[in-house]
């Protein structure tokens, strides 16, 4: 029998572009879908350049207004990987057309965008799915795993570090994501994000923070994105920096647990080093996204003698998602997060349930968000408000 097919149409084609596109036609190939992804067509509004986006990536067409895209009906899905600022429009104008969604993160620039898509999404009844892309690494799977089995015990502490550095040279370009109309914030938004989902997933809901921002370099040259993270000068004149350059916050859980996390962009060296080290009263264990496949382990009834951190590889059968490539040991890399996420996407587009991280979860992410830049702002400590019903903040 022919496989059901689900017809995609993505909004921008730049670096998550890409990502998502390689994802949409790698996942039949690698995992047993319950329908395929079409390719069928991309908006932007370069027609150049998005006509030679759509002949590389394989989509069938493209169209110049997005609003036009979501006004096709041989489209179900519209996939949002613009800058932030277009994100809230365009998620709820897809929904009131009655199509799923897929959106880069943060879901939005602020917590009232966040209520309002998320309205838009539960009136609608469409699925709906939100990038936080890290979670569908199979050593963080397995991390999950190992906390819910009881393996690490009561947990104590989170320490998440997310360190970039790719806008440390003072002349690299005012860029969209260094204005905070249009990315919402900086290192807190665009990476710190990232840490956030990560602590939700694996120990549960925030519930105050403490946080500091700074940013260093205040006035940059004009200039735009030029693919990847990499950018160009446009001009001789100057802007200004609205956003943080990096940021710290102290956080405590629900659960009693508590956690320390660094984002920053400042960090010389560091290219996508997103680690984090969780530590618990039965183990602890360590992850670092440039070492991604592998994860350090310690448990404390380990022979005595013989204790202490191991790696493992996270590339056996048994390890999340990893048993549909490759034999033990050969490894995957970024690109494989995302065809897990569109793989769960696609799954519960067919069963008409909503996978996670889901626009629920991006609202709260986006409530964690504000919380940290109030405390920043007012120096104090900030409770993380409830903006869902209370049954759905636990
Ligand atoms: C740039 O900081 C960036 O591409 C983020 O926007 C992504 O979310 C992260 O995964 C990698 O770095």
Redesign the pocket.
């Known amino acids: 029998m022919e496989k059901k097919e689900i017809r995609i149409g993505m909004i921008g084609y730049q ?2 572009g890409k990502a998502h596109s390689h994802a949409y036609r790698d996942v039949p190939f690698f995992f047993d879908t319950k329908a395929k992804p079409v390719l069928k067509a991309i908006a932007g509004r370069n027609e150049e350049a998005l006509k030679e986006a759509a002949e590389k990536m394989g989509w069938e067409s493209y169209e110049t207004d997005w609003k036009k895209l979501i006004e096709r009906d041989d489209i179900d899905v519209i996939d949002i990987v613009t800058p932030n600022d277009s994100h809230a429009e365009i998620a709820i104008a897809a929904a009131e057309a009655g199509k799923h969604i897929i959106i ?2 943060p879901l939005a620039l602020n917590v009232e965008e966040a209520k309002r898509m998320y309205d838009a999404v539960k009136r609608n009844n469409v699925i709906h799915m939100v990038c936080y ?2 979670r569908f690494v199979p050593a963080v799977q397995y991390v999950k795993q190992l906390i819910d089995g009881g393996r690490l015990g009561r947990i104590y502490h989170f320490r998440a570090n997310y360190l ?1 550095d ?1 806008i440390m040279d003072p002349n690299f370009p005012l860029i969209w ?1 260094l204005k905070k109309e249009i990315a919402g914030s900086g290192s807190l938004g ?2 710190g994000a ?1 840490s956030i989902d990560l602590a939700r997933y694996l120990l549960g809901e925030l519930e105050e923070v403490s946080a500091m921002t700074e940013t260093f370099i205040k006035e940059r040259p004009v200039g735009e994105m030029t693919g990847g ?1 990499r950018a160009r000068t446009s001009s001789n004149e100057m802007g200004k920096v609205t956003v943080d350059d990096a940021v710290a916050f102290l956080a405590r859980f629900k659960s009693g647990a508590i956690g320390t996390f660094e984002a920053t ?1 400042f960090a010389g060296g560091n290219r ?1 080093k ?1 680690k984090f080290e969780i530590n618990g009263e039965k183990g602890s264990v360590r992850w670092d996204m440039e070492n991604m496949n592998n994860l350090d382990v310690y448990f404390a009834d380990d022979e005595e003698g013989m204790q202490g951190f191991r790696t493992i590889n996270c590339t056996e059968e048994l390890h999340p998602y990893a048993g549909a490539y490759w034999s033990a040991g050969h490894i995957i890399g970024y690109e494989h997060t995302f065809i897990h996420l569109i793989y769960e996407f696609i799954n519960g587009v067919v069963e008409n349930r909503n996978p996670v991280p889901n626009f629920e979860d991006g609202l709260k992410n986006q409530a964690v968000l504000a919380a940290i830049e109030k405390s920043a702002e007012d120096k104090s400590w900030e409770h993380i408000p409830s903006y869902l019903p209370e049954s759905l903040m636990n």
């Open positions: 670096f998550m880069e993160k892309t890290y970039q790719f994501r665009d990476i990232h993270l962009r996508n997103n």
